[in-house]
């Protein structure tokens, strides 16, 4: 019998057959996703910060994270998104693209809102208030816009609610924006993230809190550095100051849009939204030792206003507030270099007011080794010492165009 003809054979030459690796034909093993279901997310700030915000998102763990002109735009999964959006500090909103539909007609709109997956994250436990916009489009109306697409959601939802007129504290919001015949669908997940919960007295112009933490920011404040705002107002720069040394979340506890969607709250993993808090003390946790954060003003009004504030944020423990001029404060003994940051009054007021250009001109005989940062108007004429100093941020605040130097 011949080599290998035999049965004996023939099963050898099998077995060797059976034995060799296996050649894939034509497709490869599945793999498990490392990033499953990630979507696209923007968080929105005032324009001229996007770096920072854009640092602080990537160390929160966004990814493809990237700087457009107010916003930045990243990927997340639902188990990422929720700290990113409880922990941001500087961020104003937090979206979730939802999807982009071409239409020139409401039925065609209707329609093809309808097929977008809202039922997804949404049912009749929710209410969702529906606000559009209209640009360079066949649709231009933006009341009809918005009813149509609160329809299209009603539709896709079963008995999920959707209307044009709710508050917007009641509400989950979704914006519509139609631009050149197409609609960008984004769900707010956060509302607004820049109202902390903790001012009661809004003194005289505040500053808004994530624009007070975004100057923290770019001025190079850390926790370790003492911090002093010798104008400091109803002490919006103290209260950010003092809840980041402390280790405390920005906001006081409060449920989030993002805490009702229903990928959240079918994940065992995901924590219970927190119940709402009056904040007035920070719990029984171990919190780290308190940053020296002292601010002053020579208004008693604006001091109660502060120090109503700290108490709601409970820090009031962790912030020293006196009555003094700016122009009679001077550094802490035995207290190692930090900053002093400043947000004067704007307008005529600054015009007329000696005390910024007095502390500008004396500050480093009077504080040795600190660094000093100051907001002003970008148009505003400010003292040759204070000019000399490095822009680090260049800001709104509404219609206001602002600077930031420091150095």
Same mark, same amino acid.
Not at 200 to 219: F, I, S
Not at 346 to 358: D, F, I, Q, V, Y
């Given at each position: 019998?011949?080599?290998?003809?035999?049965?004996?054979?023939?099963?050898?030459?099998?077995?060797?057959?059976?034995?060799?690796?296996?050649?894939?034909?034509?497709?490869?093993?599945?793999?498990?996703?490392?990033?499953?279901?990630?979507?696209?997310?923007?968080?929105?700030?005032?324009?001229?910060?996007?770096?920072?915000?854009?640092?602080?998102?990537?160390?929160?763990?966004?990814?493809?994270?990237?700087?457009?002109?107010?916003?930045?735009?990243?990927?997340?999964?639902?188990?990422?998104?929720?700290?990113?959006?409880?922990?941001?500090?500087?961020?104003?909103?937090?979206?979730?693209?939802?999807?982009?539909?071409?239409?020139?007609?409401?039925?065609?709109?209707?329609?093809?809102?309808?097929?977008?997956?809202?039922?997804?994250?949404?049912?009749?436990?929710?209410?969702?208030?529906?606000?559009?916009?209209?640009?360079?489009?066949?649709?231009?109306?933006?009341?009809?816009?918005?009813?149509?697409?609160?329809?299209?959601?009603?539709?896709?939802?079963?008995?999920?609610?959707?209307?044009?007129?709710?508050?917007?504290?009641?509400?989950?919001?979704?914006?519509?924006?139609?631009?050149?015949?197409?609609?960008?669908?984004?769900?707010?997940?956060?509302?607004?993230?820049?109202?902390?919960?903790?001012?009661?007295?809004?003194?005289?112009?505040?500053?808004?809190?994530?624009?007070?933490?975004?100057?923290?920011?770019?001025?190079?404040?850390?926790?370790?550095?003492?911090?002093?705002?010798?104008?400091?107002?109803?002490?919006?720069?103290?209260?950010?100051?003092?809840?980041?040394?402390?280790?405390?979340?920005?906001?006081?506890?409060?449920?989030?849009?993002?805490?009702?969607?229903?990928?959240?709250?079918?994940?065992?993993?995901?924590?219970?939204?927190?119940?709402?808090?009056?904040?007035?003390?920070?719990?029984?946790?171990?919190?780290?030792?308190?940053?020296?954060?002292?601010?002053?003003?020579?208004?008693?009004?604006?001091?109660?206003?502060?120090?109503?504030?700290?108490?709601?944020?409970?820090?009031?423990?962790?912030?020293?507030?006196?009555?003094?001029?700016?122009? &009679? +404060?001077?550094? @802490?003994? /035995?207290?190692?270099?930090?900053?002093? =940051?400043?947000?004067? %009054?704007?307008?005529? $007021? !600054? #015009?007329?007011?000696?005390?910024?250009?007095?502390?500008?001109?004396?500050?480093?005989?009077?504080?040795?080794?600190?660094?000093? &940062? +100051?907001?002003? @108007?970008? /148009?505003?004429?400010?003292?040759?010492? =204070?000019?000399?100093? %490095?822009?680090?941020? $260049? !800001? #709104?605040?509404?219609?206001?165009?602002?600077?930031?130097?420091?150095?």
């Amino acid at each position: 019998m011949a080599r290998g003809t035999g049965p004996t054979g023939a099963l050898s030459h099998a077995g060797k057959i059976a034995s060799r690796p296996r050649k894939s034909i034509g497709f490869r093993p599945l793999r498990a996703r490392r990033h499953p279901m990630a979507r696209t997310f923007h968080a929105t700030l005032s324009p001229g910060l996007e770096p920072l915000l854009l640092a602080e998102l990537r160390g929160l763990g966004a990814r493809k994270a990237t700087a457009e002109h107010g916003l930045v735009r990243f990927r997340a999964t639902w188990q990422t998104i929720a700290p990113i959006v409880h922990r941001t500090r500087l961020a104003t909103r937090v979206r979730m693209d939802v999807g982009e539909v071409r239409a020139t007609d409401p039925r065609t709109l209707a329609t093809r809102v309808a097929r977008l997956p809202f039922a997804e994250w949404l049912d009749d436990r929710h209410l969702l208030r529906v606000r559009a916009t209209c640009s360079s489009s066949r649709l231009w109306h933006s009341g009809l816009v918005a009813d149509t697409v609160a329809g299209a959601v009603r539709e896709a939802c079963g008995a999920a609610r959707a209307t044009v007129d709710t508050p917007d504290e009641q509400t989950i919001e979704l914006l519509v924006r139609l631009h050149d015949d197409t609609a960008a669908l984004r769900l707010d997940l956060g509302g607004r993230l820049d109202r902390r919960g903790w001012r009661v007295d809004t003194g005289r112009a505040p500053l808004r809190e994530n624009l007070a933490a975004a100057l923290l920011a770019a001025a190079g404040w850390t926790p370790d550095l003492p911090l002093l705002d010798p104008m400091c107002g109803s002490g919006t720069l103290l209260i950010e100051a003092a809840r980041q040394g402390a280790g405390l979340p920005p906001r006081l506890p409060r449920t989030l849009p993002l805490d009702t969607l229903l990928p959240l709250l079918r994940d065992p993993e995901h924590p219970a939204p927190p119940e709402p808090s009056s904040g007035t003390s920070a719990g029984t946790h171990a919190l780290p030792d308190a940053p020296l954060v002292l601010g002053s003003d020579r208004e008693a009004r604006a001091l109660d206003a502060a120090r109503a504030n700290a108490r709601a944020a409970g820090v009031l423990d962790r912030v020293q507030l006196q009555l003094a001029d700016a122009t &009679a +404060v001077v550094s @802490p003994p /035995d207290t190692p270099p930090g900053l002093v =940051l400043l947000n004067p %009054p704007w307008g005529e $007021r !600054l #015009r007329s007011e000696p005390s910024l250009a007095a502390f500008c001109n004396t500050f480093a005989e009077r504080f040795p080794g600190w660094t000093l &940062a +100051v907001l002003t @108007p970008r /148009d505003m004429a400010v003292p040759d010492a =204070l000019a000399a100093r %490095p822009v680090r941020a $260049r !800001l #709104r605040a509404g219609d206001i165009p602002l600077v930031l130097r420091a150095g």
